[in-house]
């Protein structure tokens, strides 16, 4: 069965610390691999996604995150946050497989950033 | 503009009384899901639909009904609401495949159903 975890369930920094948040997947095949924000009392949106390629993936914002096959990891990383990134994030992993297509996100790591 | 919109936003219903919560999208996505937010517990999907009339449970389906009788249009049915279904309810479409832009969910507003 495919999973995902996020370990880190609140995250609380400083404007101008760096950030990285975990995730981790189980599946044994391809997978497509995503990070989503939730800004407060708003819908998903797309911050990055992974299909194939080069592992370190550029989003918007300045975000970035590595697909490290070998450990099954997607994590998400950010040099200097700023107060505007307080959200939720949310890692998922898509695969695509006999014509079907699984989607599972993770339980979520809200990000508070204190000015 | 693409989107995916939802209706209604808010609604606040008692046990037993059926409801229908409506989606639909612009983009002429294949897929469609549907999907529960709630506390500590991120998103959980529902149903999903690869197609018109191609429907298949997710991890979360007990209570809800789907239907895909349009490429658009993706309607999430509770036939007998209960407590436990209050939650926040997202719809989302996506390109289906393996290519780039595939498997990319837009997200609709969200709607926040409480069952009394």
């Known amino acids: 069965a495919q999973s995902v975890s996020q370990h880190n369930h609140h995250v609380i920094l400083s404007e101008a610390a760096s950030l990285e948040l975990g995730c981790n997947y189980s599946?044994?095949?391809?997978?497509?691999l995503f990070w989503y924000v939730q800004y407060p009392g708003q819908h998903l949106q797309l911050l990055l996604k992974y299909f194939s390629g080069d592992p370190l993936v550029k989003g918007i914002k300045g975000f970035e995150a590595e697909f490290i096959k070998s450990k099954f990891s997607f994590n998400l990383r950010k040099p200097s946050v700023q107060w505007s990134d307080t959200a939720e994030y949310f890692c998922?992993?898509?695969?695509?497989?006999?014509?079907?297509?699984?989607?599972?996100f993770g339980t979520g790591t809200k990000l508070q950033v204190i000015p | 503009e693409a989107q995916v919109t939802q209706n209604p936003r808010y609604l606040i219903t008692v046990t037993g009384k059926k409801l229908t919560v409506t989606c639909s999208q612009n983009m002429n996505h294949e897929y469609m899901s549907w999907y529960r937010q709630d506390p500590g517990l991120g998103l959980r999907q529902i149903y999903y639909?690869?197609?018109?009339?191609?429907?298949d449970k997710g991890d979360v389906p007990e209570g809800y009904k789907v239907s895909r009788k349009e490429k658009r249009n993706f309607p999430l049915i509770l036939e007998s609401p209960s407590p436990n279904q209050t939650s926040l309810y997202f719809c989302?479409?996506?390109?289906?495949?393996?290519?780039?832009?595939?498997?990319?969910?837009?997200f609709g507003p969200g709607t926040r159903l409480t069952v009394l």
């Open positions: 639909s690869m197609n018109v009339e191609v429907t």
């Open positions: 998922a992993v898509n695969s695509y497989s006999g014509g079907y297509q699984k989607v599972t």
């Open positions: 599946y044994g095949g391809t997978v497509n």
């Open positions: 989302a479409s996506s390109v289906s495949g393996t290519s780039g832009r595939a498997n990319e969910q837009f």
